[in-house]
């Protein structure tokens, strides 16, 4: 009896500690690390970067996203094709391994977000959906896109179906089944 109230009371401490810093036990396995949107120009889509972190034991597969503050989010990546270029294409998850991350990155996996309704500079909610029934909300900063000198747009504010050549940036080594 002893040993089991020490027990108790040791997981009632360790669960005061998270939520006395605003996290619930499953948002201090999963987090989110320098999450950014960058926004696209005019209708085009916005894209979310940064590194979703698993500090859990299990892996898990992420796999979608949501947010009032887009119409709809769709997970990306970038492959290679036999012709040398890169090529954009969605995805149904990405492989988050446990003690792992998945990091999202210009020419990597990332969040295409479509259809904003807000405006540059607010930060936006968007919840994280994983396949074992875990969600993470987070929020980001939204950031409005500079065109480039002599360009109209950077590349990946290209509509989200179109293919560019994208060889001189480093290529993707995500996991994707």
Do not use: C
């Not at 998270?18 to 950014?36: C, D, T, V």
């Not at 960058?38 to 979703?52: E, M, N, S, T």
């Not at 890169?86 to 391994?97: D, K, S």
């Not at 990091?103 to 074992?132: E, I, N, Q, W, Y």
């Amino acid at each position: 009896m002893r040993i089991l109230l020490k027990d108790v009371f040791a997981a009632l401490f360790s669960l005061g500690l998270y939520l006395g810093m605003g996290l619930s036990p499953a948002h201090a396995e999963i987090r989110m690390q320098n999450g950014e949107i960058k926004l696209g120009i005019g209708q085009r889509p916005g894209v979310l970067h940064g590194v979703v972190m698993n500090h859990s034991n299990s892996a898990t597969r992420w796999i979608g996203a949501s947010s009032s503050a887009f119409e709809r989010i769709e997970l990306h990546t970038h492959t290679k094709s036999n012709d040398g270029t890169m090529r954009m294409h969605p995805v149904e998850g990405y492989a988050l391994p446990a003690m792992g991350s998945v990091r999202l990155k210009p020419a990597g996996d990332h969040l295409m977000l479509f259809g904003f309704t807000g405006k540059a500079g607010d930060t936006v909610t968007l919840r994280l959906s994983f396949a074992d029934g875990r969600s993470l909300e987070v929020e980001a900063p939204t950031k409005a896109r500079a065109k480039h000198k002599g360009q109209s747009s950077p590349a990946h504010d290209m509509p989200h179906d179109m293919s560019h050549d994208m060889s001189h940036e480093e290529p993707h080594h995500g996991a994707h089944p």
